[in-house]
């Protein structure tokens, strides 16, 4: 099977998360938990990467990492093989340490970073290893180094966690309210409540539909099933049919898009010309389009196709207009919307 696909770009940031093989607890003394952070710290000095946050588990490590110099790859490589090394030869041990390959997510800056350093303080509360009013004393997480300025690495960016709970204050008032905030997350806000937040661990991003459709146009993201952790192969997808879908609507008359029916000519021809040009599923297509079902998308296209009698559909050529025409003058729209076919 192909290797999942690591996308990397300057200034790239990334959800990463890793688990102890067979989910064993890997960081379970302190000495392990103390070594992680040691490698973690080198990698990022080495690398040149700005940690936002992290936390260190039981069983599994987060990251909220960002990459100025897109090296991803060759960063987690040094950090796990090198950890890995460490550990195997100071136990005496041999073979993985860690449960495959690590995971990354591509993260948006601002609200979506400044969420995900939120849960990843919140872990510990969640896996019920303290509770919230004492998350501070909880070692091995960047949280512990907010109060403590004087013994932050010059890569850590606490400031982040702070501006995106209010623009914050890097000082004592500042981290009193930080606690205060991620008391509340905890009691009340989606950081602090495991069904809110799984997305923060599934997919291939975190962010806006904006972010994820920027990514995948400026960097030509492939959308083949192997090339993608198997949560963000639908998502990926999908971006791509909507790209096509606004792109086939474009040529569209406004006047056409009255006919609200089910299987209104201009539905059916959009959903056609989508089916001969994407790999898009019925289902979507009837959800977007609200064509009723799966199986009326299938049977008005199908209608449609045996009408073209074998030659050249005009409907597969639908696409935006062309030359700047006002797409709500029926220019540029498919000959057969304009005659209503």
Avoid at 138 to 163: C, D, G, I, N
Avoid at 275 to 284: C, L, M, Q, R
Wanted: glycine residues 10%; positive net charge.
């Amino acid at each position: 099977m192909a290797r999942k696909l690591r996308l990397e770009f300057p200034g790239a940031i990334y959800h990463v998360i890793n688990r102890g093989n067979y989910r064993a607890w890997v960081f379970k003394t302190e000495g392990a938990q103390a070594a992680f952070e040691k490698c973690l710290f080198e990698a990022c000095e080495r690398s040149g990467w700005l940690l936002h946050a992290f936390v260190i588990m039981g069983n599994h490590y987060h990251l909220a990492v960002e990459t100025p110099k897109g090296n991803l790859v060759a960063g987690m490589q040094w950090l796990q093989s090198t950890f890995a090394n460490r550990f195997n030869t100071l136990r005496g041990e041999r073979g993985h340490l860690f449960q495959g390959r690590y995971k990354s997510l591509l993260v948006e800056a601002g609200d979506a970073l400044g969420q995900l350093c939120h849960y990843l303080h919140l872990n510990p509360v969640r896996a019920g290893i303290v509770p919230v009013g004492r998350l501070g004393e909880f070692r091995l997480s960047s949280y512990w180094y907010l109060t403590r300025p004087k013994e932050r690495p010059a890569f850590m960016r606490v400031e982040t966690a702070l501006a995106a709970a209010g623009q914050l204050p890097d000082r004592a008032a500042g981290w009193q309210s930080y606690a205060s905030y991620l008391a509340w997350q905890a009691a009340e806000g989606p950081a602090g409540k495991n069904a809110a937040y799984v997305s923060l661990t599934r997919g291939w991003a975190l962010g806006g539909e904006k972010f994820k459709e920027a990514l995948l146009q400026d960097y030509a993201v492939a959308t083949e099933v192997r090339a993608w952790e198997s949560d963000g192969v639908r998502e990926v997808r999908a971006a791509h049919w909507r790209k096509a879908l606004n792109a086939a609507l474009a040529g569209v008359p406004v006047s056409a898009r009255t006919d609200e029916r089910k299987s209104a000519p201009w539905k059916v021809a959009v959903a056609a010309h989508l089916k001969a040009t994407t790999d898009v599923p019925n289902g979507w297509l009837a959800e977007q389009l609200e064509m009723g079902s799966a199986f009326y998308v299938s049977k008005h296209v199908g209608n449609l196709r045996k009408k073209a009698d074998g030659k050249t559909a005009k409907w597969a050529r639908l696409g935006p207009p062309t030359g700047g025409v006002n797409p709500g003058r029926g220019r540029g729209a498919s000959p057969c919307l304009r005659r209503g076919a």
